[in-house]
């Protein structure tokens, strides 16, 4: 059994600094990701799977293989969608809250800003000796409206899982894994 201890709910935890620290000096390899969307909107959950990677300019780029190929930039202001044939797309992160959460948070624990998530985020975060858990409530008003919460989880200096809760009942949950090993 698992016993996780509610340890802080502010980013000046020395604990929550030290894993930031070391998540961001660990590989900046790409991740693998599986990811599953529940909605009442949907029959059946939709499954997509990939690999998401950080780039030193701030970029967060998620390269989708099933159910098709697409690839998602996130930048600090907005995201561009493309496909194979041409397809391209591109919008302000504002009109889709739950990426700009994603970017703010990850782009925070990838760097080591425990400080920069406290802007965006109020935070509680439990941890034993290995594993942990980190929920994050959006503080901003546009984003809360359409995000309950973002819950990272992982063991040592690894986020396994990121979780979007959003309203209305839809769940995006995503396991992480080292790209090499699909």
């Known amino acids: 059994m698992l016993l996780l201890t509610q340890v802080a709910t502010s980013s000046s935890d020395p604990d929550l600094i030290s894993l930031f620290e070391r998540i ?54 907005h995201v561009e969608i493309s496909r194979p044939g041409g397809y391209f797309r591109s919008f302000s992160l504002h009109k889709a809250p739950e990426l700009q959460a994603l ?50 989880s992982g063991h040592n200096d690894q986020i396994d899982a990121i979780e979007l809760q959003l309203r209305g009942a839809e769940l995006i949950h995503m396991d992480l894994y080292a790209a090499d090993q699909d």
Not at 55 to 76: K, N, S, V, Y
Not at 104 to 124: C, K, M, N
Not at 135 to 141: A, H, K, V
């Open 24 to 77: 961001a000096a660990g590989p900046s390899a790409s991740l693998g990701f599986e990811e599953v969307r529940t909605s009442e909107l949907l029959q059946q959950p939709v499954l997509i799977s990939g690999t998401l990677s950080y780039a030193d300019d701030g970029r967060l780029i998620r390269d989708i293989q099933q159910p098709r190929r697409e690839t998602h930039i996130l930048f600090q202001d």
């Open 103 to 152: 970017r703010y948070a990850l782009s925070a624990v990838l760097t080591g800003q425990a400080q920069q998530l406290q802007e965006h985020f109020d935070l509680i975060w439990w941890h034993d000796h290995e594993h942990w858990r980190l929920r994050l409530t959006p503080r901003d008003e546009a984003v809360a409206q359409a995000l309950e919460a973002l819950v990272m």
